[in-house]
């Protein structure tokens, strides 16, 4: 069975210094790894995602993560926080060459980011 | 493109009421799926569809019924409401199965009384 955790129900920074949101997973085979934004009222929007290749995934707004097999982790990182980055952010693991497309999230970490 | 469209926006019923949450998107996907969002539990999936005529489930498919005539249209129906069902409902379609990213919807934010 797949599963991933989000050890942190809120994380608190402040504006301009660097942050990192947390995720550990669990999967059997090659893990497909996501991470996703949701702002307040609003529905859940791609960030990055990593399939193969470089661990350190690019993504939208200037965020990246980094796979890391040994410790099955894929935390989402950014040098510079802004307060517009506030949001509910999810992580989700599918696993690799499976029929389906069914993802698996996390519980969601809470970013508050103080001016 | 609309992307993925849900409505209602937000509905209260009535225990035992049934209701047809919809949901469409125009990006042509083959993959479409329905999610419930409740606090402290992330999105959990209730069902899927893989293509028209094709569904299954999830994670939490009781309570709720499917069906895909058409690729465009997926709605969610609730036979007969009750107050565990409260909750956030989001509808996603990627372009097929596998690594593709998924697309949401806005949400219907349900409230069952």
């Known amino acids: 069975a797949q599963s991933v955790a989000q050890p942190e129900d809120q994380v608190n920074v402040a504006e301009g210094n660097p942050l990192t949101v947390k995720c550990t997973y669990s999967?059997?085979?090659?893990?497909?790894l996501f991470w996703y934004v949701q702002y307040p009222n609003r529905g859940l929007q791609f960030l990055l995602k990593?399939?193969?290749?470089?661990?350190l995934v690019k993504g939208s707004y200037g965020f990246e993560a980094e796979f890391n097999k040994s410790q099955t982790s894929f935390h989402l990182k950014k040098p510079s926080a802004l307060v517009s980055d506030s949001a509910l952010y999810f992580c989700?693991?599918?696993?690799?060459?499976?029929?389906?497309?069914?993802?698996?999230f996390g519980t969601g970490t809470l970013l508050a980011v103080q001016p | 493109n609309a992307g993925v469209t849900q409505t209602p926006k937000f509905q209260v019923l009535k225990t035992g009421q049934s209701m047809t949450l919809q949901c469409a998107q125009d990006?042509?996907?083959?993959?479409m799926s329905w999610y419930r969002q409740d606090p402290g539990m992330g999105l959990r999936l209730i069902h899927y569809?893989?293509?028209?005529?094709?569904?299954d489930q999830g994670e939490v498919p009781n309570g709720y019924n499917v069906s895909r005539s058409t690729t465009e249209d997926f709605p969610l129906r609730l036979l007969s409401a009750a107050p565990s069902q409260t909750s956030v409902y989001f509808c996603?379609?990627?372009?097929?199965?596998?690594?593709?990213?998924?697309?949401f919807g806005p949400g219907t934010r349900l409230l069952v009384l």
């Open positions: 989700a693991v599918t696993r690799g060459g499976g029929a389906t497309n069914k993802l698996i």
């Open positions: 990593y399939i193969t290749g470089d661990n």
């Open positions: 569809s893989v293509g028209a005529g094709i569904t």
């Open positions: 999967v059997s085979g090659n893990p497909y």
């Open positions: 996603a379609s990627s372009l097929k199965r596998g690594v593709e990213t998924q697309y």
């Open positions: 990006m042509n996907h083959e993959y």
